[in-house]
């Protein structure tokens, strides 16, 4: 197994852990955890591009970066109103 491979499973927990924030912490924790999903999942797919060495998966990572801010202010938005 590679590094690489050893790598994104080492990113897994920390990922599983923001998950679950998400869904059970309260309202200022759920928006960190958003945000810190969004860089994790982001990360994870940059480390699995090259574990698995197809170079057009990075497009999906850096669509990922760019979209995790406005959907972390989407949410917050949510909150604000409905919750």
Do not use: K
């Not at 679950?20 to 982001?42: E, P, W």
């Not at 170079?55 to 938005?77: E, F, V, W």
């Amino acid at each position: 197994m590679s590094a690489w491979r050893l790598a994104a499973i080492a990113f897994l927990p920390p990922l599983a852990v923001a998950v679950l924030m998400c869904a059970r912490g309260t309202l200022g924790q759920r928006l960190a955890a958003v945000q810190l999903v969004g860089a994790l999942a982001a990360l994870l797919l940059v480390v699995m591009t090259f574990a698995f060495e197809q170079g057009s998966s990075m497009d999906l990572a850096l669509t990922l970066s760019l979209l995790a801010l406005p959907a972390s202010l989407l949410y917050a938005l949510f909150v604000e109103r409905w919750l």
